[in-house]
Every structure is written in C-alpha cells, then in structure tokens.
C-alpha cells in the first residue's frame, strides 16, 4: 500500500461527508487531524485503561441507549501508521459512562467496537458522557489491529472546566469537536506503531 499524505488523508474525510450515520451531524469530516501524522511522527498518547474494562464488547457503530437523555455525540476519524498509511480493519474499542457517570459493570451500556474501512476510516455514534468524582469526561478506547493491541488511551473534550482538576487528562489527547443543534460532532485520529 502506497503512503498517503496528510492532504490526501483530508481529501478522503471530506469525500467521506455523506457516511454519517442517520440523525447525526455530518460536521466530524470537516474537522482537522488530531493529532497530525508524519513520516517516522510521535504515535498516539497512550493512558490507563482504567478499572472499567470490559473484554468482548458487541460489534456495533451505535451506541445509544433507549431513552437516552444526553447529548448525541459522532465520533470519527481515521487509523494511521506513524508513517500517515491507513490501518485498515483495526479494532476500536470505546467505552464511557452513562449519563449519570456510571460505568455499566454487568453488561455492555455505551460498550462496543467497530471495524476501520479500507481507508482506515471508523465511526462511534454514543452520548457525551457525564462527569464523575475525580474525573472530567471521557472516552475510554483500546486500538487493535492483526490480534495485536496498538493502544489503549482515552479521548478528552475541549473547553470542560474539569480539565483543569483531572490529574490524567492530557491536551494531546483532546478530540476535535463542532456542535450543531442539541448533537456533537467529534474528531480523533489515532496514529499507532505499526509497519504495513
């Protein structure tokens, strides 16, 4: 696979527009890589996975409970070598809490991965999750690719006043973000060491 370059890496998101998920803003295309990949770059910063894990979470781009109450957030972005190719078919694994901050311990609420395209491209449609004691919000992911886990991290909003108390938080790791309406759209893009 040949190496693509950043500008065709953004030429592909915005040709993408049209693959947001039903209902959801289409605004996570627009917005830029975070972080930026370059030949032989700095990969993705790597965190705590965090007491919440839960291993076999469902295959699904949905995670949006019935009745949910908070804010629908569409995260995308892209699978990337540290070189800017894209890893296609690498696992992303989300979880987060619920609306009230609680982590679902017994099943699989706001759990669940998805499968990168050929172009490494993903997409999660889950809620914005609420604050709990000690922590700002926050997205749990663990990145995977040929069996292999590539990355465990967790994602952070922009412009959250609990940023500032949260002792893990990290401002590499902060997503790009565009509202629209009661709906968020939301951008990271993972670079991770791997040789294709």
Not at 142 to 148: L, R
Not at 177 to 187: E, F, L, N, P, T
């Amino acid at each position: 696979m040949s190496r693509l370059s950043r500008r065709t890496v953004i030429r592909g998101a915005l040709a993408a527009g049209g693959a947001g998920l039903a209902g959801a803003p289409s605004l996570a295309q627009e917005l830029p890589l975070t972080p930026q990949c370059a030949e032989e770059g700095e990969r993705t910063l790597a965190q705590t996975e965090g007491p919440f894990f839960r291993a076999g979470s469902p295959e699904r781009p949905d995670l949006v409970e019935p009745g949910a109450k908070a804010r629908i957030v569409e995260l995308t972005g892209f699978v990337l070598t540290r070189g800017c190719n894209p890893v296609a078919r690498a696992v992303v694994d989300l979880w987060h809490a619920d609306e009230r901050g609680a982590y679902d311990s017994k099943g699989f609420r706001y759990r669940g991965r998805v499968y990168t395209d050929e172009k490494g491209r993903y997409r999660v449609r889950t809620i914005q999750p609420a604050l709990y004691r000690g922590r700002t919000r926050h997205y749990h992911v663990n990145v995977a690719a040929g069996g292999k886990l590539l990355l465990t991290t967790q994602l952070y909003f922009p412009d959250e006043p609990a940023n500032r108390r949260d002792g893990l938080f990290r401002k590499e790791l902060l997503m790009q973000v565009s509202k629209a309406g009661d709906a968020m759209a939301a951008r990271f893009d993972f670079i991770v060491d791997l040789r294709l």
